[in-house]
C-alpha cells in the first residue's frame, strides 16, 4: 500500500493533514475538526458571506490549469466577492468532491495553492468538507469577511450623472481561454491573469473606507452582464466609451489582428476587476488606486448600455454574458 | 419554447425566482441578489458556520428521493451542524450544479422543499450559486448559526467517569436503506426517518443553555464512528451496553429476524441524533428532553471502544463508520 492512494489515506487522514497545514487567526475560537467552526463577532462590524461554486468542464479544464492553480484561483474568486463588497476578508470554507482517479499529491497540490491565496489576503481555512465524486471535480467555497457597520457597497446605489470606472485591464483572462481553446499558447501575462487572478481587495477597502463608489460589482460574468446586474439593481441605463476600456498590451496586441477580439474585454468574463460607480468624474486622476482605475462612461437615465465608438456611432457586442443555462 | 426548460429561464432567472421565495429576517441586511449577503453581528454571541456537500450517487439516488424531500434533507443534515454545537441557526447558503437534464419544476420542488425545511428551524436562505453540471446533481449548503458566547460544546471535553446519551432511536435511516437497495419497501416510519431526518435544534439548545454535556457530535457517520471524533479529541475512551442501545419499533421488528440488522445502529450512519457525553449520570430520566434521550455507556480512560453484550462478553461490530474514500 502507498500513502499515495487516497483510499489508503481515508477521509479522516486527508482531512487530518489539511488541518494541520491550515493556519489560525485571532477571530477563530474553533477552525477545521468540528461540527462547526466557532468564530468572534464584532458588533461594529457586519458579516459578509458569499458561496461559488467551480466544476470541472465548466469552470475550469485540467489540461490548462494546475492543480495549485487552481486552488489559488478558487481561493481568489470568492474573495473576490468581499471585495466586490468592499470589506475584508477573514475565513474560507472549502469543500471538494474528489473523483477517485485524483492522488493524495493531487489533492494536497490544490489545498496547498487554496491555503496560500487565502494566507495572501489574510484569510483562514476555517473548514470545509470531503468526498468522493462519481463525476467531475466539485469545488464549493464559502467566504466570510467583515465590513465597517453600514459602509458595505452594494449594486444598487448607481444614480444618473455618476460616472463608471473599472480597475486593472479587461478582457485578458478570456482572451487567454480562448487561445488555450484554440491550441495556441497565449502569452504569459494573459495566462496568468486567467490561470491565477487576483481579487481587489485593497481597492474594495479604499472605496468602502473613503465612501467613494456608489454601487460596486465585480466582474466574473462580463464587463456588460455585471454592469448589467448594477443597472438593474438601481432602475439607470449606461453609455460606454468603447476607445476607454482599459487593455493590457498583450490584449492590444491581439486586437490589433482581430477587431473583433474587442468582444471579449466587453463580454468574455472572469476579469475579477472592479467596477463601480461614483458621484466623482474625475477619480482615476488620483494617485492612490492599485491597480490603476479607468472612466469607461456614465451612468444615464433609462436602462440598457449603449455602447459608443470613437466616431458616435452605437457599438454592437456579438457576445452575451456567461449564463450556466442559456 | 417553454418555461419549463432550465435554459428558457437561464440562471438569473432562476435566481430571481428563488429570490421571490426567500424569506427575511431582522439579523439579514442584504440576502440573495448582490455579491455578498450582509448580516448583523451581535458581540455577546459567537458565529457557527458549516459546510456540507450532497452528490447524487453517493449521498442520494433519485430513485428514492423526491427533489422535495431532497431539498429538506439538504437544509436539515447542514442544520444538524448547529444543534451539534448546541447553537441556533440562522442562515443557509445552497449552491447547486444541476444536470442539463433537470427541468425547472424539479429545482423549484428542491429549491421549495429547502426553504421550508429552514423555514421550519428559522433560518432563511441568504444566498447561493447556481451551475450547470456534466456530471451528477451536486449539492453544496452552507450554515450559519449562533450560541451565547463560550456556551458551544465541542468533541473535546469528554471526561472519564462521563455518561454516554443518545437522543432518539438508532438504525432507522440505514435500515431503510438497506431494504430500498435490496428492492423492499421499508415501513413508513422507517423511510421517512431516512429520507426526511430531522435536524435536534432544540436538544442541542437546552444542552448548552443548561450546560449539561460535557462532549456533543451529531450522528451522521454512524454511531460508533462519530463516537471515535469525541474520543480521539477527548483522549479518552468508551464502554458501550449493546442492550441500551434505543431502537424504534419498527427497527426491533426487523432486527428479530436478523440480528445483525444491530450493525445498523452501531455504525449505519445518516442518524442525525445527537450523541453527548455528560457528568451527570442520571440524565434520562428527566422529562424535559425532546426527543428523550437514553444513556448508552460510559467514558473511560485509555482509547476505543468496548461494546459489551447482556452477558458481560464484548461484542464486534461488522461495520465501520462510513469514509468516503475507503
Chains 1, 2 share one sequence.
Not at 85 to 97: D, E, R
Request: with cysteine.
Amino acid at each position: 500500500m502507498t500513502e499515495n492512494e487516497l483510499s489508503t489515506l481515508g477521509e479522516f487522514g486527508l482531512i487530518r493533514r489539511i488541518q494541520q497545514q491550515a493556519g489560525t487567526a485571532r477571530h477563530l475560537i474553533k477552525g477545521i475538526g468540528d461540527d462547526c467552526a466557532v468564530q468572534i463577532q464584532q458588533p461594529e462590524q457586519e458579516l459578509l458571506t458569499s458561496t461559488d461554486l467551480l466544476i470541472e468542464g465548466v469552470h475550469f479544464n485540467r489540461r490548462w490549469i494546475s492543480m495549485e492553480q487552481l486552488g489559488r484561483k478558487a481561493a481568489a474568486v470568492n474573495i473576490s466577492d468581499i471585495a466586490a463588497m468592499g470589506g475584508t476578508p477573514q475565513s474560507l470554507f472549502f469543500a471538494v468532491g474528489c473523483p477517485q482517479k485524483l492522488s493524495v499529491v493531487e489533492i494536497e497540490d490544490l489545498s496547498r495553492g487554496f491555503l496560500a491565496e487565502a494566507e495572501h489576503y489574510g484569510a483562514v481555512l476555517a473548514g470545509g468538507d470531503t468526498c468522493r465524486s462519481p463525476g467531475p471535480l466539485f469545488l464549493s467555497v464559502t467566504v466570510q469577511g467583515v465590513i465597517a457597520a453600514g459602509s458595505a457597497i452594494f449594486r444598487q446605489g448607481a444614480r444618473a450623472g455618476d460616472a463608471i470606472y473599472v480597475s486593472g485591464a479587461l478582457g485578458d483572462s478570456a482572451l487567454a481561454l480562448r487561445l488555450l481553446q484554440q491550441g495556441k499558447s497565449p502569452p504569459a501575462d494573459l495566462l496568468a491573469r486567467h490561470l491565477t487572478p487576483q481579487a481587489r481587495v485593497t481597492l474594495g477597502q479604499l472605496l468602502s473606507r473613503q465612501q467613494l463608489a456608489s454601487a460596486l460589482i465585480d466582474i466574473s460574468d462580463g464587463l456588460l452582464a455585471d454592469l448589467g446586474h448594477i443597472l438593474e439593481d438601481s432602475a439607470v441605463g449606461a453609455d460606454l466609451e468603447l476607445e476607454c476600456l482599459p487593455l493590457s498590451d498583450a490584449f492590444r496586441n491581439l486586437l490589433a489582428a482581430d477587431r473583433i477580439v474587442i468582444d471579449l474585454a466587453l463580454a468574455g468574463g472572469e476579469d475579477y476587476e472592479l467596477l463601480f460607480t461614483s458621484a466623482h468624474q474625475n477619480l482615476a486622476g488620483c494617485a492612490d488606486f492599485s491597480p490603476p482605475v479607468t472612466r469607461i462612461g456614465s451612468i444615464r437615465p433609462g436602462s440598457g448600455i449603449s455602447i459608443y465608438q470613437a466616431n458616435r456611432s452605437l457599438y454592437h457586442c456579438s457576445r452575451g454574458g456567461f449564463d450556466h443555462f442559456t
